[in-house]
Structure formats: structure tokens, C-alpha cells
């Protein structure tokens, strides 16, 4: 692995602030799973224009507001329509060094789906950007001792396991059933969806 991948990865499972763009009551387990997580709210940033707080915490009304020249981890929430216009926008004004594209509906729906995500790769390999990423379609990464989480339930005590899927859903299945049934404790998890940039073999 070259040394630009593996500090992406570091990057992305330890950053140093996360924004979740857009946020939304839809994605609140994100939130509360960062809460269980200890992951310092100072450094979480929740943009939505149309939103003043949510669940207790401040929200910006862009990207320009957030008080950080580099974004570790870009949490992208939008509909998929929107996802090429606003990446561009994204990267024009802030530096972002890891990026999970939560969106759905892309190439694992129909072609227009797999015309978005091919466009998204060429943005994504613009040496301008230096920007890796995870998903689309994905739920994330959970690393207890990068303080992150996308669920409440998942332990926060870190422990020796890793491992990566590609479905959301039998990740968190693994790690919660893992946790109750068997008391396992764990260092790194991924559900990294359709593999856009970042694959399992990284």
C-alpha cells in the first residue's frame, strides 16, 4: 500500500473533524452514534441552510462557514440528482481529504445511476483534489478510537478485530450480534458500498 493511501486511510478512520453535509433528522443515528462515541462535538460540523440546530447541536448554513481550511471526513447526504453540483462545489472551497458518499440510488439502480458514479470517479481522480473516497451507498466506518460510530449501539471500548463489507446491513449485524452474543470488542470496521474509489483490497 503507497503512503497516500494508507494516511487517507489513517485519515479516515481517525480524522481530526468530520462535517456531515447535508444534515438531517434522517440521519440521526449518525449523530447519536458519534454522541456514544465521544467524538468532540467542537469538531463535528452539521450544514444545512434551512436548519438552525439539530438534536441539540449548531448547524452552518454552508461549507464556507465551517472555521476549518481542511475537512478530514465529508459525510455526503443528498439526493442523487444533486451529488455532481455540489461535490465540485464542495471541493472548490474547502480542501477534503476523505469523503463517504452516503447517497443511494447510483449504479446499483439503473444506468443513469452508473453515468453519476462514473462522473463522480473523474472528479474524484482530479489531482487538484487529492480526495479519497468511500461508497456510494454505504453506511461507513466505525472505529471506536477515532471516536466514530454510525450507530448508538455499537461498543465504544476498542478492541483487536477489523473487517470491511460491502453491505451496510450485515455490517452492523456482525458488530452488534458480535458484541451482545460474544463480548467481542473491535478496532476498525467499513461498509464501503459500491467501491467507487476506495475497494475492499485497500
Known amino acids: ?20 453535509y447535508r444534515a438531517s433528522e434522517k440521519i440521526d443515528y449518525f449523530l447519536e452514534g458519534y454522541t456514544e462515541q465521544n467524538f468532540d462535538k467542537e469538531k463535528l460540523y452539521l450544514v444545512n441552510s434551512e436548519l438552525d440546530e439539530l438534536f441539540g447541536l449548531k448547524c452552518v448554513k454552508s461549507i464556507e462557514d465551517i472555521p476549518e481550511h481542511t475537512i478530514d471526513l465529508l459525510i455526503l447526504s443528498i439526493g442523487r440528482d444533486r451529488v455532481i453540483n455540489e461535490l465540485k462545489n464542495l471541493l472548490s472551497k474547502k480542501k477534503v481529504n476523505t469523503i463517504h458518499i452516503f447517497t443511494a440510488g447510483m449504479g446499483e439502480s439503473d444506468e443513469k445511476g452508473k ?77 464501503i458500498g459500491n467501491c467507487l474509489d476506495l475497494q475492499i483490497s485497500d
Open 1 to 20: 500500500m503507497g503512503k497516500l493511501k494508507r494516511k487517507s486511510l489513517d485519515i479516515l478512520f481517525k480524522p481530526r473533524n468530520v462535517v456531515i
Open 115 to 191: 453515468d453519476i458514479e462514473n462522473e463522480m470517479l473523474e472528479i474524484l481522480n482530479d489531482k487538484r483534489y487529492n480526495t479519497r473516497a468511500i461508497g456510494p451507498n454505504c453506511m461507513g466506518v466505525y472505529c471506536p478510537e477515532g471516536h466514530l460510530a454510525y450507530e448508538p449501539s455499537f461498543p465504544t471500548e476498542p478492541g483487536n478485530i477489523s473487517f470491511v463489507f460491502q453491505s451496510g446491513d450485515l455490517h452492523s449485524q456482525t458488530i452488534r450480534i458480535g458484541a451482545r452474543r460474544y463480548d467481542l470488542k473491535y478496532s476498525k470496521g467499513a461498509s
